[in-house]
């Protein structure tokens, strides 16, 4: 197997947002009266918003607000981003001049909107890392679907199985194995579950361990 290309997931995998999500989410929820917790979102992480909406309210109930929650999490995410900034994931660094060096196009695919996806990337210094970005917005079907999966192999010009899909969550690697990708996790708020071990190609605990496992596909 020869991989030619690597496509990245954002949230959580280059960029250490996660764990922010979901304290906004649990915040602008409790604002709304709902009570809402980690494990309700660790059940839609990477999810798109046609899939997450209906998930959420049959945890929550029918009357739970979707976008107006979702709308005020948003506000909170920027508030703190522009007090704080972005932590980079341990690791990014050398992956992405690991892979520049050796000429790999790079792709990111992320369910998150294309004006938060470059304001991100380009806080942390490395959008112009990136040949290409897929955002959720730009596909019918957002992951779990393979849709962006396969507009991002697409946008490179490559067939899925020469593409390494990057992912920190068990949607995002579904997502990435059903378009024929070649799935690396890289876990961050949670471990996979056995069904999800069965689709990954490899598991590393940060990002550098990827140069290595690129070597052997060399």
């Not at 992320?110 to 290409?132: H, N, P, S, V």
């Not at 079907?141 to 393979?146: A, F, H, I, S």
Request: proline fraction near 5%; glycine fraction near 6%; hydrophobic fraction near 40%.
């Amino acid at each position: 197997m020869k991989i030619k290309a690597v496509i990245f997931d954002m949230d959580g995998l280059m960029i250490d947002t996660e764990k922010l999500l979901h304290r906004y989410w649990i915040q602008a929820a409790n604002e709304f009266g709902y009570s809402m917790t980690m494990d309700h979102l660790l059940q839609i992480r990477s999810l798109a918003a046609k899939y997450a909406r209906p998930k959420l309210k049959s945890i929550l109930g029918e009357s739970f607000d979707y976008d107006k929650v979702r709308e005020r999490r948003r506000e909170l995410m920027a508030e703190h981003v522009e007090h704080y900034g972005i932590q980079k994931k341990k690791g990014l660094d050398e992956l992405l001049d690991y892979l520049k060096e050796r000429e790999y196009p790079l792709a990111v695919a992320t369910a998150t909107d294309m004006e938060r996806t470059q304001k991100y990337l380009t806080i942390i210094g490395k959008i112009d890392y990136f040949d290409e970005i897929i955002c959720g917005p730009m596909v019918e079907n957002g992951k779990p679907e393979p849709d962006i999966y396969l507009a991002a192999a697409k946008s490179l010009g490559l067939p899925p199985k020469e593409c390494m899909a990057l992912e920190d969550s068990p949607n995002g690697i579904l997502a990435a194995f059903r378009a024929g990708c070649v799935p690396v996790m890289v876990p961050d708020l949670d471990l996979p579950d056995e069904e999800t071990k069965k689709l990954l190609y490899a598991q590393v605990t940060e990002l550098s361990e990827i140069c290595k496992i690129l070597e052997n596909t060399r």
